[in-house]
């Protein structure tokens, strides 16, 4: 008599495809900061592209990199102007991380203006360590009707013991026209905080998932929106990530870039 292996629970990235997305969550292409990266997204079916802002110490303009400009040489840089420009083109939809702060409010706003994009194509994010209250507010008063987001994984632990001080602190942010929440969804704090943020009808964007499995498991939480890398060859996605530290994700059976 053979042994036979022990069967394990099927993985969600085996039995689920494309087509079995529920389709009220928004999906987000995360880190639209290369060239190439760019053409990816652009040839996707993923409406919504999100970059990340700088302005240029060298020069007049604002450009996409994820990580802070220092010594950094900017001149082969991919401009928001550039980016802004192609996705309007393609029909996509425009998620803006403001990385440099209250700086890049005005130009970035010019930007959206000038290539004509409307509250429904728009939405901003930015780290309140990087931004001030009256640059949520300038956002809001420009676009009422765009999303207005922050990443507050940081609040996670109040949803234990403090959830009236965590409403509370939500509700001041609100107040500043912010309409959705960012969270980690591999912190150790998410299950009770998003428990509490759906509870409270608070619109949720989940975010760090590292792979097709974990993409699938934020999914079918139903948050209003996920992002993600969408380093998903398994269907065709190929993703390259935001260059955090200089990392990209490479693949063997991609090598070359697609037509957008």
């Known amino acids: 008599m053979t042994d036979r292996p022990v069967s394990s629970s099927p993985r969600l990235s085996d039995t689920m495809t494309r087509r079995d997305l529920p389709p009220q969550v928004q999906l987000v292409w995360h880190g639209l900061n290369d060239e190439l990266n760019v053409q990816h997204f652009l040839a996707s079916d993923i409406v919504w ?3 990340d802002i700088h302005w240029d110490p060298h020069r007049d303009r604002l450009v996409l990199h994820h ?9 082969a840089l991919l401009t928001l102007d550039n980016l802004l420009a192609r996705m309007r ?11 440099g702060g209250d700086e890049l409010i005005e130009r970035t706003l010019a930007l959206v203006a000038h290539y004509g994009f409307g509250d429904d194509q728009l939405w901003f994010n930015a780290y309140l360590h990087r931004l001030s209250a009256s640059g949520f507010r300038r956002l809001a008063e420009a676009h009422p009707a765009a999303i207005l987001q922050a990443p507050v994984d940081f609040l996670g632990a109040l949803a234990f013991n403090l959830p009236d001080h965590l409403k509370a602190i939500l509700d001041t942010l609100r107040s500043w026209g912010m309409n959705r929440f960012s969270v980690n969804f591999l912190s150790e704090y998410r ?52 260059g955090e530290g200089g990392r990209y994700y490479t693949y063997d059976d991609q090598g070359s870039a697609p037509s957008a």
Do not use: M
């Open 49 to 51: 592209g999100e970059c």
């Open 67 to 75: 990580d802070a400009i220092t010594d950094t040489d900017t001149a």
């Open 89 to 99: 083109e393609h029909g996509k939809a425009a998620k803006l991380d403001l990385k």
């Open 191 to 242: 299950p009770a905080f998003y428990d509490l943020l759906q509870r409270w009808g608070f619109e949720v964007n989940l975010y760090g998932v590292i792979d097709l499995e974990t993409f699938l498991q934020a999914v079918l939480l139903l948050p209003r929106s996920v992002t993600a890398d969408f380093n998903f060859p398994q269907w065709g996605y190929y993703g390259r990530g935001s």
